[in-house]
């Protein structure tokens, strides 16, 4: 089973807000990623890290940022939340060194819903 | 670019077998993968192809060929336990790994 989690699971907060999803992995893992799902959708990889003091923006543009701090954690923040930032935000890891089919773990996701 | 196409539904009983298939256009990448997600649950691996050709694992087995920028996931005995979306994602040549993902196909399994 993975260790790896993320807090809230859910959360409803008012536009303008500044929140922060917190991801936390005890794997050891240095490669980190938060990907953002909306319902019968794909994930869209928003951010990633190959280790501590790395991070890069992904595939979709985001107003959110990440850092990567310590191995172990790897915490989203958005400054000023807007209701077009509702979806569910899913933190996953995998394995270090792993240069072909490493397998990423996820986390059970944060639903966020901004009113 | 890069591109996955899977089909967004599918229904099958259970008992049975059911492929579900995936194309993909890409740039370049090193091997594909196959998740499962349960509704409102986080995705979990189910197999990863680098290489042509058929890998078996139990009731799951995916196939890919490279020249032809397709896979699919093969799902033998079906149970109700298996509906579920099964995502097909590539994975890119880049040093973290990336992953692209289809939209997923939604399989009901039906008694």
């Known amino acids: 089973e993975a260790d790896i989690y993320q807090t809230p699971r859910y959360l409803v907060i008012g536009t303008g807000k500044k929140i922060t999803l917190e991801c936390s992995q005890t794997m050891g893992h240095d490669k980190m990623y938060w990907y953002q799902q909306d319902p019968g959708m794909e994930l869209h990889l928003i951010h990633y890290?190959?280790?501590?003091?790395?991070?890069e923006k992904g595939d979709l543009s985001s107003e959110s940022t990440v850092s990567r701090i310590r191995t172990e954690h790897f915490p989203l923040t958005l400054e000023s939340a807007r209701p077009s930032h509702t979806s569910q935000y899913l933190c996953?890891?995998?394995?270090?060194?792993?240069?072909?089919?490493?397998?990423?773990?996820f986390g059970p996701g944060t639903r966020l819903t901004v009113l | 670019g890069q591109n996955i196409d899977q089909p967004t539904e599918m229904t099958a009983t259970e008992g049975a077998i059911v492929q579900i298939n995936c194309t993909y256009q890409?740039?370049?990448?090193?091997?594909l993968f196959w998740y499962q997600q349960h509704a409102g649950e986080a995705p979990t691996f189910l197999s990863y192809n680098v290489l042509d050709g058929l890998e078996e694992k139990g009731r799951f087995s995916s196939f890919l060929s490279r020249s032809k920028g397709y896979s699919y996931l093969l799902l033998k005995e079906l149970q109700m336990k298996d509906s579920a979306s099964y995502l097909c994602?590539?994975?890119?040549?880049?040093?973290?790994?990336?992953?692209?993902f289809g939209t997923g196909t939604r399989l009901t399994v039906i008694p």
């Open positions: 996953a890891s995998s394995e270090s060194g792993a240069l072909t089919g490493g397998e990423q773990f």
């Open positions: 890409t740039s370049g990448f090193n091997g």
């Open positions: 994602a590539g994975e890119r040549q880049t040093g973290a790994n990336n992953l692209f």
């Open positions: 890290s190959y280790g501590v003091n790395s991070t």
